[in-house]
């Protein structure tokens, strides 16, 4: 059955009641672009979340192999082995650099696994160039280890890797090349305790080593620093013995069977 419309019925008057009006799309129009922003914004802030996550595990893991690495140096030091801490300049962070000789195994890069040169430990920053400190965002630094053959040379006594003057890796003012371990470094600090007069030292020259190691290591973006201790073996030295050949107990002859006659 088909309906008629009322015969009064203006054509107009039926559009605009089956029709939205103007403000109507605009309303719907913004409501959906609040709601796709607030989606976008979560999204983003996951995602975002997620990266910073999986950067801080990086960092985490970086930090822990370095630590590992110095519980095992300092824990295996040879009786050859020899430390010296030495501060390089007093500025904010404190510059240090711990110098570790006669241990062959301790941090063992570059293309040999032993080395008996000195192993140096020490904040680099990272570009040469940057040396002036930035006061809102200041120099950033990487733990860098440098060692004089830690780059090979070639036959005529040239670097087999070409350097960039700008790289971090560049040569310092001393010519040492430096290698860096750890990125986004604030700042770096050793201590030595002495255990006979109870002190923290910040230098150390002496030939005995210290009886506890301090490192404070602070990461870029963090205000806590990674406070950690080793301990270095106790040589204890024992007098030798020797038995003296007058007082030494003969062997005893073995006695002959008794023979039988007749």
Not at 4 to 30: C, D, H, M, W, Y
Not at 122 to 146: A, F, K, Q, W
């Amino acid at each position: 059955m088909f309906t008629s419309q009322p015969p009064n019925a203006k054509p107009s008057a039926l559009r605009s009641v089956a029709a939205f009006t103007l403000i109507e799309v605009v309303i719907g129009i913004t409501i959906l672009a609040m709601i796709t922003g607030t989606l976008f914004a979560i999204i983003r802030g996951a995602v975002s979340g997620a990266a910073d996550i999986e950067r801080l595990q990086r960092e985490n893991d970086s930090i822990n192999r370095f630590v590992e690495l110095c519980r095992i140096t300092f824990q295996t030091m040879p009786s050859t082995g020899t430390l010296s801490l030495e501060i390089v300049e007093r500025t904010d962070p404190l510059l240090q650099e711990l110098t570790i000789s006669g241990a062959p195994h301790c941090f063992g890069f570059g293309t040999s696994a032993t080395s008996y040169k000195e192993t140096i430990l020490s904040i680099r920053p990272e570009s040469p160039t940057s040396g002036s400190v930035n006061p809102t965002e200041g120099v950033r630094y990487n733990l860098s280890l440098s060692r004089e053959d830690l780059i090979p040379q070639t036959e005529d006594n040239e670097l087999a890797v070409r350097q960039d003057a700008n790289s971090p890796t560049a040569a310092d003012d001393q010519g040492r090349f430096w290698m860096p371990l750890l990125p986004g470094v604030s700042s770096l600090t050793w201590r030595f305790y002495k255990q006979s007069e109870d002190v923290w030292e910040e230098e150390w020259s002496a030939s005995k080593w210290p009886d506890l190691i301090e490192m404070n290591l602070t990461m870029e973006g963090r205000t806590q620093p990674l406070r950690a201790v080793f301990s270095v073996p106790v040589l204890s030295l024992r007098a030798g013995t020797q038995r003296s050949s007058s007082t030494a107990t003969p062997a005893p002859t073995p006695s002959a069977p008794p023979s039988s006659g007749r």
